[in-house]
């Protein structure tokens, strides 16, 4: 519980990239000793969400080659689930109602995105890949995307104040979509991979402009 609970308070940004933080501070804060928030620390440590500093830890943000690395892995594993949930679209192991709850992730982040509600709108855009995820029935992916998805949040979250082609985002969501409903396996994966790349082409640029 103290790890998730430090976890997501980095995520949602109450401790920014950059912000330093202390044992003492966050066992005051939780309201525990300071062993569990240690053992919490090592394993965001370990997660790349905090790297150890003079006193205490510092919230990661990823430098430029770093983040590109990052939204590079995040392609190729999304790339993989939604081939793999095509597949099992394919072989009929999908259910209908999945499928309609994969549309609903989507409207949800085009009408957060839409009125400009940033934090709405990438919990449900996140909410949409990871329930492809899911579908694809691959745990080990599942699970090094989160830690992908924290550590790009973390470190993009300041650059994302107008969050840019609302439309087309949603375009890409719903070929995607229809790709993985079809149980068109190749066109899944390469909705999801070119999505991906794209996303980390407007990151670059915002992260530049803010730089200049």
């Known amino acids: 519980m103290v790890y998730e609970n430090i976890r997501e308070l980095i ?7 950059g912000q ?19 053992e919490a620390l090592r394993r965001l440590e370990s997660d790349g969400l905090v790297a150890a500093a003079r006193r205490g830890v510092t919230v990661v943000e990823l430098d430029a080659k770093a983040l590109r690395d990052a ?3 995040r392609a190729s594993l999304e790339s993989l689930t939604a081939e793999l949930a095509a ?14 709850r994969l549309s609903e992730h989507a409207d949800l982040a085009d009408a957060a995105t839409r009125r400009g509600d940033l934090a709405a709108g990438v919990e449900h855009n996140r909410a949409f890949h990871r329930y492809i995820a899911e579908l694809a029935d691959i745990p080990p992916a599942l699970e090094v ?5 924290d550590r790009i949040v973390v470190s993009t979250r300041a650059s994302l104040n107008a969050p840019p082609r609302p439309a087309r985002v949603d375009e890409q969501h719903r070929h995607l979509m229809a790709a993985i409903t079809a149980g068109e396996p190749d066109a899944a994966a390469a909705h999801a991979r070119n999505h991906v790349l794209a996303t980390m082409s407007v990151v670059a640029e915002l992260e530049q402009g803010a730089a200049s």
């Open 145 to 149: 995307l989160e830690r992908i998805w």
């Open 11 to 17: 995520v949602l940004g109450v401790f920014p990239a």
């Open 87 to 100: 597949r099992r679209q394919q072989a009929g192991e999908l259910s209908p109602a999945s499928l309609r």
């Open 71 to 73: 939204y590079l892995m």
């Open 20 to 38: 330093a933080l202390g044992e003492q501070e966050l066992s005051d804060r939780l309201g525990v000793s300071r062993t569990p928030v240690r």
